[in-house]
Structures are given as structure tokens and as C-alpha cells.
């Protein structure tokens, strides 16, 4: 029954969205997942549409401008560990001298799942972050769990970026730049490898992870906040 409600629902996206989606199955195979592994969205297939009432399938063109990172199930365990540190929840920093970081109840999730989050979170995450690139790019690791620990790390502060908008370390030469510049060397380091040293497959995660690096760079330097300050993030091999 699932899978005919799936097959239902691919129909409603139209024949470009199950042709790529077929795809995506095979590839899953191939790679020794479940055909119907998930995958984490990097790009919508339909964002030029943001402002648009259209709401008709995608179209062929469309469908090329997808961008997804297939989900194992050790990529899947990384990221729950990655997104709670993207929300300052680990690991605990002390900011106040007090042995505690005193701010730290304003982030407890309540009933909801829902989080305050402040400055003091967003330090957190600013001066844990090179502990965690160091942690995920481990030389004892093999390859591919450097590729699944870093990928969710970067996925994560990406989705959840609060800390990024919200922290004391933001000019020039501080903490977020040599940070983030240690975030970039650690991709261009572990991208020089090949797919199958990484265990990835280059159909979709490949480009999704070069995908999400570049809207990674385009949040560092957007600067809707007028800061005025650069940051350097030369990833690619």
C-alpha cells in the first residue's frame, strides 16, 4: 500500500520528477541502500518558482537543478548529533567563569521541540566549531565517515544558522573567519578523494555536496546585515 501511494504521489509531481526520482532509486540500489533511502534537499528543483503561483509539476529543465545528498543511515545518525550542536545545545561552553554557561536555559526545548536561542548559543557553536571539524576529519577515520561526519556538521550550521547571525566572534581575523576557514581546507582536502573512496556516489550526493558548499559560501558572504566583513571559503580542490 505505501508503495502505491508513493507511485501516486510521484504521478502528481509528473513524469520529470519520476524519471528523476526513478533514477535516484537505482542509484540507491547500486550503492547497497534501500531504494527508497532518503535524501537530504540541498536545492529545489523549482526555486526560480519562490514567488510564483504556479503550481504545476516541474518541468524537465527544473529537474536539472536539483540537488540532494542520499541519506545512509550513518549519514541519518550524524546529523541528529550535528544539528544539536548547530543549536548550541553541545558541546556546553563556559562563557561566564561561573564553570556553566549561564545563559544555557534560555536554549531548553520545550514541549513543541521549539528553542530559544541567543547569543550565547551562537558563541557556542562559533568556538566549538574547529573541535568538530577535527573531530569529523579524525585521520583514524576511514574516508567515507570523515565525508558522512563533515557533511552533516556543514549541513547542519548551514540549516540552523542562527549562530552565524547571532555571535561575538564575527570580525575580522576572529573565531568565525578561521573557523570557517578551517571548514573550507577540510573539504578541499577530503574532496580531492575519489566517490568510491568516500563512499558516495556521483549521480547525486557529489553534486550535492558541492551544492551545499556553495550556499554555504553565498551565507558567509551575503551580508544582509551590512557587516562588511569577507570571509574566505576556497573549498574546492
Known amino acids: 500500500d505505501d508503495e502505491e501511494e508513493e507511485e501516486d504521489d510521484d504521478e502528481d ?7 528523476w526520482d526513478d533514477k535516484r532509486r537505482e542509484v540507491c540500489a547500486r550503492m547497497g541502500m534501500p531504494r527508497a533511502c532518503p535524501y537530504i534537499s540541498v536545492r529545489g528543483c523549482a526555486e526560480d518558482r519562490s514567488d510564483s503561483e504556479d503550481e504545476s509539476p516541474p518541468t524537465a529543465a ?31 561552553v563556559d562563557i561566564s567563569g561561573l564553570g556553566e554557561d549561564s545563559d544555557s536555559d534560555a536554549m531548553d526545548d520545550d514541549d513543541d521541540g521549539f528553542f530559544f536561542f541567543n547569543t550565547a548559543n551562537g ?7 574547529e573541535a568538530q571539524i577535527d573531530k569529523a576529519t579524525d585521520a583514524k577515520k576511514p574516508k567515507s565517515e570523515q565525508f558522512d561526519e563533515l557533511s552533516m556538521l556543514t549541513h547542519a550550521i548551514h ?23 578551517k571548514l573550507a581546507a577540510a573539504w578541499k582536502k577530503l574532496l580531492a578523494h575519489t566517490d ?5 556516489d556521483p ?17 558567509l558572504n551575503d551580508d544582509p546585515r551590512g ?11
Open 13 to 19: 509531481m509528473g513524469p520529470h520528477y519520476k524519471e
Open 62 to 92: 527544473e529537474m536539472t537543478k536539483a540537488r540532494v545528498i542520499l541519506a545512509t543511515e550513518a549519514r541519518m545518525k550524524a546529523s541528529e548529533r550535528a544539528m544539536k550542536f548547530a543549536q548550541g545545545q553541545h558541546p556546553r
Open 123 to 129: 558563541n557556542a557553536v562559533v568556538m566549538g566549531l
Open 159 to 181: 540549516y540552523n544558522n542562527m549562530w552565524f547571525n547571532d555571535n561575538e566572534f564575527w570580525e575580522e581575523g576572529d573565531l568565525v573567519e578561521s573557523s570557517c576557514k
Open 196 to 200: 568510491e573512496e568516500l563512499g558516495i
Open 203 to 219: 549521480e547525486f550526493t557529489r553534486p550535492g555536496i558541492e551544492a551545499l558548499l556553495e550556499n554555504f559560501d553565498e551565507m
Open 227 to 237: 557587516l562588511g566583513v569577507e570571509y574566505p571559503f576556497q573549498w574546492r580542490p
